[in-house]
């Protein structure tokens, strides 16, 4: 079956610019989509499509493909975008969420 | 602004059946897939599987046999059946309104589907 693999841990300096990225098969025919989870919080959708932001999310999260490779950018990290981060996307099965990445804002 | 809420079963013994009920507010399931996630203490997440309004089904490979969805547009209400609960089963339980959409990216047809707007979560634990 499918999968998605993401760096389980990623660090980045307040203000500096960070990528996250994931890798999976299934990402040369879908689009990744990214969640942000904060602790104890529910998942919230940040980047849908080729790289589209759902309303209230900022303009310093910016999504893209290449290949089998889905990337989520954080231009500008804010103290607030410490945060786990799943990509997702469909398969022939059904649907996939990469084991998450930790950022931590230093 | 849709709102979603999972009910709360609490505890559940081992081998008894996990039921759950997603009460979807200030908007109408029509038109949308309806997504069960789950994540266990300190993990990631998994999707259970999804339904869509009409009542068409997509499940997890590794849960299908043991899952059941079901909907109810007169109550706008979606339901998750997962049997022979073990303590594995254990985790925050999410509902998810889901969509997916298409488009032609140079070339090719790139599709994409995401869950919109998720409940708050329901912890379940399954224990004696």
């Known amino acids: 079956s499918s999968e998605l693999t993401q760096d389980p841990v990623v660090s980045v300096a307040l203000g500096q610019t960070v990528t996250i990225t994931c890798l999976g098969d299934?990402?040369?025919?879908?689009?990744a989509t990214w969640y942000q989870q904060r602790p104890g919080q529910a998942p919230v959708l940040v980047i849908f499509?080729?790289?589209n932001r759902p309303s209230g999310i900022p303009g310093r999260f910016s999504g893209s493909t290449s290949g089998n490779t889905a990337s989520l950018t954080i231009t500008g990290a804010q103290a607030e975008d410490e945060a786990d981060y799943y990509c997702s996307s469909r398969d022939s099965s059904g649907n996939l969420f990469g084991g998450g990445t930790k950022l931590t804002v230093l | 602004q849709v709102q979603l809420q999972e009910s709360d079963p609490g505890l559940v013994k081992p081998s008894e059946t996990l039921s759950l009920i997603c009460t979807v507010s200030d908007d109408s399931i029509s038109g949308y897939y309806w997504s069960w996630i789950r994540q266990p203490p300190g993990k990631g997440l998994e999707w259970i599987g999804h339904i869509y309004y009409s009542g068409s089904t997509n499940y997890n490979p590794s849960l299908k046999s043991r899952v059941t969805l079901s909907v109810d547009t007169s109550k706008n209400q979606v339901f998750l059946k997962l049997t022979s609960v073990t303590a594995a089963d254990t985790a925050v339980y999410y509902c998810a309104r889901s969509l997916q959409n298409s488009l032609l990216d140079k070339y090719q047809i790139m599709f994409y589907y995401y869950m919109d707007v998720w409940g708050t979560g329901t912890t379940v634990t399954v224990s004696s």
């Open positions: 499509g080729r790289n």
């Open positions: 299934s990402l040369r025919t879908y689009y």
